[in-house]
């Protein structure tokens, strides 16, 4: 049986989305968007440039776009799969509704297992999706837990949302760490999802007719 390399056992510790393994930066098309991208590009190519500087100032990412489809994730996963593979550094990626389901589950960091310190203490951590999960105070405990520990061990976190940061609805405690521990990015309002759909069914029309 072949050994998998240590960037091999990486990735797939990353728990990255089936659609979006393996791919990297030179795979985020900044073209489809149609306007000016010139920041948002210099920022993500920063990041990956200078993950050091970033993660010695405990900074991620905060990336935003009102627009469902627009690239968010596969933006995240780009630069999460380029990190593992050019540095030798743990990565996890998890939706927060998947984290609030774990703690459903019995999920408690004081019990140190293998699942909480691979969220809890990977290096880098994408946090996908924040600002859909259910408005209940448990839920701002859980993730003013998990926020607040990786800003005070200044642990690079890169986080997606549809809403603006200092708008989310949930614990001010968390929203104000999660200023404080990222620099945004934010994506132009256009879907990404619907403009690659509807050039795959104008090829596939060209096709049957």
């Not at 999706?129 to 926020?147: A, F, H, P, S």
Request: with cysteine; net charge neutral.
């Amino acid at each position: 049986m072949e050994e998998r390399t240590d960037g091999e056992f990486r990735k797939v510790r990353a728990m990255v989305p089936f659609e979006h393994i393996g791919v990297k930066p030179k795979d985020f098309d900044w073209t489809l968007y149609g306007c000016d991208t010139e920041l948002p590009k210099r920022i993500a190519n920063a990041f990956i440039l200078n993950f050091e500087k970033f993660e010695a100032q405990g900074k991620g990412l905060y990336i935003h776009s009102k627009i469902p489809g627009s690239g968010k994730t596969m933006l995240a996963c780009c630069l999460l799969n380029e990190l593992i593979e050019t540095r030798p550094i743990n990565a996890k990626f998890i939706t927060v509704p998947d984290f609030i389901e774990l703690t459903k589950n019995g999920f408690k960091y004081e019990e140190c297992n293998e699942e909480a310190d691979s969220i809890f203490g990977t290096r880098l951590l994408v946090l996908d999706d924040i600002g859909t999960q259910m408005n209940k105070e448990w839920v701002d405990t859980v993730l003013y837990r998990l926020i607040n520990y990786r800003m005070s061990k200044k642990l690079v976190t890169i986080f997606t949302s549809n809403i603006e940061a200092d708008k989310l609805k949930i614990d001010k405690r968390v929203t104000d760490r999660i200023i404080k521990m990222t620099v945004p990015l934010i994506l132009p309002e256009v879907s990404i999802r619907v403009k690659k759909a509807q050039e795959e069914n104008a090829e596939f029309i060209k096709e049957i007719i």
